[in-house]
């Protein structure tokens, strides 16, 4: 056993594990139309629309990217990830993606993030021009800039 191929067998059972508890909140944000696996170096997703056509997650579409990026992001298996004494992640900050959503799906993760703030879990901050998104968040901060500053509001609810 060579320690080079016991580090991959180890990182590859991480990512592994990654990707199965990824795969399984893709299912719930998609509506069941896919899954989402990884195999020799290169992420697929499992069409179930499409008698389940396996396909590169190149081809999914902006919305899909982002409901695939944010499964990842979201697994709780992220912060087991991190090498011994690194700093917890705890939390996620997402910037990005809510505009390419259609309304029935900015839905489903809006209820996703909502669940999982009720979980405890972990904080997760929204950055977003989205209004019906914006809506949604129990704690708003406003940015506001002119020529030479900006200001941070704290919205009341």
Known sequence: MRSDAFQRWLVSS??????AEASALLLDLSGGQFDLEYVKGVFHVIDHNEADARRPVKTLSGGETFQASLALALSSQMG???????????????????????????????????NLAASGSRMVGVITHVGALAERVPVRFRVTRDATSSRIVREAL
Request: hydrophobic letters at 55%; charged letters at 20%.
């Open 14 to 19: 991480a990512v592994d594990t990654l990707v």
């Open 80 to 114: 087991a990830l991190a090498a011994a004494g690194a700093a917890k992640l705890d939390s996620i900050f997402l910037d990005a993606g809510f505009g390419t959503l259609d309304e029935e799906t900015l839905d489903t993760v809006a209820s996703t993030l909502e």
